[in-house]
Structures are given as C-alpha cells and as structure tokens.
C-alpha cells in the first residue's frame, strides 16, 4: 500500500506563509484523489483541500482563496499552499489517499503523524 509522509509545518506569524508537502512512497495516482485534512485542538478533523487525479482542486471556504493544492507528478508529491495565515489555522495538517464511491471522496489510506501548523498572533 502506497504510504504518504506529511512535512513542511512549523511557527509562522500572521499573515504569513508555509508551504506543506506530502510525499507518497509511490504512485499517487494509486488513489483517485489526495486530500489535505487539519485538526485542531479539541475538534474534529476537518477536510481542508483536495486535488483529484485529473488535477481537480477543491478547498474549504474556511481557507478558500488563501490555500492552494497542487502536485508534482515527477515527484509523486502533492504540496498544499498556505497563505494570509490566521491563528485559527492553527493545527496539525495530514494527507490522505482518497478513493470515489457513491459521487463522494472518502479517505482510504492510513493517517500518518502529521505536521504541526502553528499561526502566531
């Protein structure tokens, strides 16, 4: 099974930006789609971005328009923008291999440690 390693986190002040890479120890095509996901202290994970195979990007309206997904094929790396950041992106991100069933994208791979995201006020 192809395994994705999340790294790229770290302190940022607001405002700022970081950029997170998410490296799959094979094809990431393997999966219909790569999704970025975040959990923050005391909630839920929350879906924050997606790229799917045929290069469709999707991001969450909490981040749209300051979050961007995009891959290296080459590479078989998938990076996840984030700019303008706000305290309240604060949190540990994660990447996952997705597969489509029943019109919706659902994770299939197995959840890695992450990488930490920490926005200063």
């Known amino acids: 099974q192809v395994q994705l390693v999340e790294s790229g986190g770290g302190l940022v002040q607001a405002g700022g930006s970081l950029t997170l890479s998410c490296v799959a120890s094979?094809?990431?095509?393997?999966?219909?789609?790569i999704q970025w996901y975040r959990r923050a202290p005391g909630k839920q994970r929350e879906l924050v971005g997606m790229?799917?195979?045929?290069?469709?990007?999707t991001s969450a309206d909490s981040v749209k328009g300051r979050f961007a997904v995009s891959r290296d094929n080459a590479k078989n790396t998938v990076y996840l923008q984030m700019s303008s950041l706000k305290p309240g992106d604060t949190a540990v991100y994660y990447c996952?291999?997705?597969?489509?069933?029943?019109?919706?994208?659902?994770?299939?791979?197995?959840w890695g440690q992450g990488t930490q995201v920490t926005v200063s006020s």
């Open positions: 996952n291999g997705a597969t489509f069933r029943g019109g919706t994208y659902y994770a299939a791979g197995s």
């Open positions: 094979g094809s990431i095509f393997s999966f219909n789609a």
């Open positions: 790229i799917t195979n045929s290069g469709t990007t």
